[in-house]
């Protein structure tokens, strides 16, 4: 049986979760969280979640992982067969990480934490968000999906990162990063109350008060 190592609060953790589920496939969760020490290391050779545990192994990076389950479990197709219509929707997953998520992600410690991060990180992420979402907007779909007729890894990615872009959008540069964006922010809605999706925030919900306990010890 596959396992998947991580914690529920983590957003890439949820992507592949709700990829497994949506594939319809048994998998065991195993309590992992990120750091550097030897046993994490052994596990995942940075540190991170998600890890995926395989009969032969542990897979790590989430774009991989997700490709990897494609490749070689049943279930729900994720990507599409054509090769032209699958470059696109890899290309919509590493434009979400690239230009979206990772500026974000520069500002979570305040936006989520009370964490101060500086104003020239934050005024760097601010014009990055923008670009990103402009990007995303010139290539996806959102026909009704992010790639188009079908749910895809794109739209896993459109989930558990631009969800997140828009709270820090919102909470410190008071700006909806969707407002101009209707047809996408009916997507984000619709996804998130997928049966699968709902499962999914209900453990991260259940997660949060422990989580949040370990950060604060970290302070």
């Not at 991060?117 to 995303?136: H, T």
């Not at 964006?181 to 925030?201: C, G, R, T, Y």
Request: hydrophobic content about 50%; glycine content about 6%.
């Amino acid at each position: 049986m596959l396992k998947l190592y991580g914690f529920s609060v983590s957003n890439y953790y949820n992507m592949v979760k709700l990829a497994l589920l949506e594939k319809g496939l048994p998998f065991e969760e195993v309590p992992f969280y990120a750091g550097q020490t030897p046993e994490a290391l052994a596990v995942s050779p940075r540190g991170k979640v998600p890890v995926l545990g395989v009969k032969q192994g542990f897979i790590n990076e989430t774009s991989v992982i997700l490709e990897y389950i494609e490749q070689t479990q049943e279930g729900r197709a994720l990507l599409p067969a054509e090769p032209f219509q699958r470059a696109q929707v890899l290309a919509l997953c590493r434009e979400i990480e690239l230009y979206i998520e990772l500026p974000a992600r520069a500002c979570f410690a305040e936006a989520f934490f009370g964490m101060p991060v500086p104003e020239a990180i934050k005024d760097k992420a601010k014009a990055e968000l923008l670009l990103g979402i402009s990007s995303l907007w010139r290539h996806g779909k959102f026909a009704p999906y992010v790639a188009g007729e079908s749910f895809t890894l794109a739209d896993l990615y459109f989930m558990y990162s631009v969800n997140l872009a828009c709270a820090v959008g919102e909470k410190l540069f008071g700006l909806d990063l969707l407002a101009e964006l209707p047809a996408a922010k009916a997507l984000l809605d619709q996804l998130h109350a997928m049966p699968n999706a709902q499962k999914v925030a209900a453990d991260r919900e259940a997660a949060m008060p422990a989580f949040m306990a370990m950060i604060a010890a970290k302070k």
